[in-house]
């Protein structure tokens, strides 16, 4: 069982919300103790997620949690926007896809960066992906 110790919620409507969401992130992780190692995968996962969220789902927002378990702490982020959706989520998270102009490396990065990720997106409803990684 998880429980929510804390909980704190950004906006993502600009390119300085995506820089907020990058601090913010950096000083939760500092706070809970992870190493430097894990606090810069967070970190750059966290971007990601948050870009996607500005670009594609035309803005959100990041739910940035606290969380225990049994027998660790963790930090979960969710993000989330009422954009246009993901119709292939498989084909979203396959390294190389992209839409835009991008690498389409980001939510298949941020995947690998987590240990928790959940992807789940309606078309015309919009998107939201969880991510956590426990101490
Ligand atoms: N929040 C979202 N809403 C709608 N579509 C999304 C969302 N996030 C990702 N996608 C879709 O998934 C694709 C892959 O995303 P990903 O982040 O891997 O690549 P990218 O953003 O295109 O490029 P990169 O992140 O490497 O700059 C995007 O091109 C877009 O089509
Ligand atoms: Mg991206």
């Given at each position: ?22 601090q ?12 430097l ?43 989330e926007?009422?954009?246009?959706g ?31 990720f ?18």
């Open positions: 069982m998880v429980t929510v110790e804390t909980t704190e919620n950004v906006p993502i409507a600009t390119d300085d919300d995506i820089v907020r969401v990058r913010r992130v950096r000083d939760a992780a500092v706070g809970l103790g992870f190493s190692v894990d606090q810069t995968k967070l970190v750059t996962a966290a971007s990601e997620l948050a870009r996607n969220t500005l670009v594609y789902g035309l803005g959100g927002s990041m739910r940035l949690e606290t969380v225990l378990n049994d027998r660790r702490r963790g930090l979960r982020l969710t993000f926007d009422q954009g246009p993901i119709a292939d989520t498989t084909l979203a998270l396959t390294d190389g896809y992209t839409t835009g102009n991008g690498l389409g490396l980001g939510l298949s990065g941020a995947r690998r960066l987590s240990q928790d959940e992807l789940s997106s309606k078309p015309g409803e919009g998107t939201r992906v969880t991510m956590a990684r426990w101490k």
